[in-house]
């Protein structure tokens, strides 16, 4: 009678840890799916580049980049995360392995109008 | 009397076992209901784009007006239609005019609302493509417009309406 109580006892323990396991697992890729590289390449892409189009001329602006540098450090890149190609107005952000993300502005920026501080890892765009 | 007793503990042990292994089934396939439910609602809602044409229209029609009408004042040159609205409003003209992803109109109305100037750059089916895409439940790739109204005065004080309307689908351009 103890060893089936016993039997009875180490079977729920295994079953609830097994589904304690399954609900981390699941929690795990969720997690893993919200701060992966992809994401912060197209929501930083469109913020700088959304950023660039409400600023007024003549304005500079100043922005925390620092988070990109994390992914870069984190898949091994030694590129920097931002490109600009100012001829066809287009704003790439790369933090991995791929073509990282492209976003397009409206607003004509001459050369040179973004830049980053790496030491402080701020971006500064002069409009 | 003893055989019977023993035959109906051998019956119920089974079924236990029988309704173990049942539930186990059960168990498992409910897992896995939920496994393919939250990895396809996670993976539909990361892959999904962020839209931004409303607020690019937004942003758009915002430096359009504040351009013209610096001040609340409607630029004279502007009127008399001697106004580049890309090279003073530092837009793209490459991006706007002739890229097909964006439409922008402006009107300036008299104080009797006649239409005294009316440009306009960029796709021009966007304005019956937002009629639709206005009346439509899911339109996803059709663009998204806004439209502002501003008054302002022109030089000799009168009043003038201005009337700006953005339509934008570059969220959705091939180049993406």
New interface residues.
């Given amino acids: 009678m103890n060893k089936k109580a016993n039997e009875l006892l180490t079977e729920q323990i295994i079953f609830y840890a097994l589904n304690i396991i399954?609900i981390m697992l699941?929690l795990f890729?969720?997690w893993r799916?919200?701060t992966?590289a992809?994401?912060a390449e197209?929501?930083y892409a469109?913020r700088i580049?959304?950023a660039i189009?409400?600023i007024?001329?003549g304005t500079e602006l100043v922005m925390d980049v620092s988070e990109l540098y994390v992914y870069l450090e984190k898949n091994k890149m030694k590129s920097s995360p931002i490109t600009v190609d100012y001829s066809k107005?287009v704003i790439n952000i790369k933090v991995s392995s791929g073509t990282g993300y492209?976003?397009?502005?409206?607003?004509?920026l001459s050369s040179g109008s973004i830049t980053i501080n790496e030491k402080t890892k701020f971006l500064v765009i002069k409009? | 009397m003893t055989l019977d007793y023993s035959l109906l503990k051998f019956l119920n042990y089974s079924r236990r076992q029988a309704d173990s292994k049942l539930l186990s089934i059960w168990w498992f396939a409910v897992?896995v209901i939920?496994?393919v439910g939250?990895?396809g609602g996670?993976?539909m809602f990361?892959s999904s784009?962020?839209d931004?044409r409303s607020?690019?229209g937004e942003?758009?029609s915002s430096?359009v007006i504040?351009c013209i009408a610096e001040g609340g004042y409607v630029s004279d040159d502007y009127l008399k239609n001697n106004f580049d609205v890309?090279k003073t409003c530092?837009?793209?003209e490459?991006?706007?005019n002739r890229?097909g992803?964006?439409y922008l109109n402006i009107s300036v109305y008299d104080s009797n609302l006649n239409l005294i100037v009316d440009n306009d750059y960029g796709n021009r089916a966007f304005v019956q493509e937002c009629n639709i895409g206005a009346v439509m439940i899911e339109a996803k790739n059709y663009p998204k417009c806004t439209q502002k109204e501003i008054f302002a005065l022109n030089l000799k004080g009168e009043t003038l309406k201005i009337k700006v309307f953005v339509g934008s689908n570059?969220e959705y351009?091939s180049?993406?």
Avoid: C, H, Q
């Fill in positions: 399954f699941l890729f969720v799916a919200g992966g992809a994401t197209e929501s469109k580049g959304i189009d409400s007024k001329p107005n492209d976003f397009r502005y409206f607003t004509n409009s | 897992l939920i496994l939250i990895v996670t993976l990361y784009k962020i931004m607020l690019e942003i758009l430096r504040d890309f530092g837009l793209s490459g991006i706007i890229s992803d964006y570059s351009s180049d993406e």
